[in-house]
Nanobody
Framework: QVQLQESGPGLVKPSQTLSLTCTVSGGSITTNYYYWSWIRQPPGKGLEWMGAIAYSGSTYYSPSLASRTSMSRDTSKNQFTLQLSSVTPEATAVYYC????????????????WGQGTQVTVSS
């Protein structure tokens, strides 16, 4: 059973960088051919895919967030991370990490495991 757990600050000030970590257990983040994604849901809105890091370490970002997003991983800890810079209150959301089992050339949005989500509020 694969389990994902998000962690990070629940409150971030405007203009700062939001940093979250997803710790994976029950499976390796380097296992072919999974993608490991970050998805967020602002209050009252739908899910928004932010980006993914592949089993190979390649990264893929939403075009609307690419200029401010960075994802990385620590294979020794079986963790992957999200950094979103220059945040505004519009970045307030529940942030999820999830495993994408699309097995395609690019992340396909077929999620089989999710973290429970972590609330991040951007406010001064």
């Amino acid at each position: 059973q694969v389990q994902l757990q998000e962690s990070g600050p629940g409150l971030v000030k405007p203009s700062q960088t939001l940093s979250l970590t997803c710790t994976v257990s029950g499976g390796s983040i380097t296992t072919n051919y999974y993608y490991w994604s970050w998805i967020r849901q602002p209050p009252g809105k739908g899910l928004e895919w932010m980006g993914a890091i592949a089993y190979s370490g390649s990264t893929y970002y939403s075009p609307s967030l690419a200029s401010r997003t960075s994802m990385s991983r620590d294979t020794s800890k079986n963790q992957f991370t999200l950094q979103l810079s220059s945040v505004t209150p519009e970045a307030t959301a529940v942030y999820y990490c999830a495993r994408d089992s699309s097995f395609g050339t690019f992340p396909g949005g077929e999620y089989d495991y999710w973290g429970q989500g972590t609330q991040v509020t951007v406010s001064s």
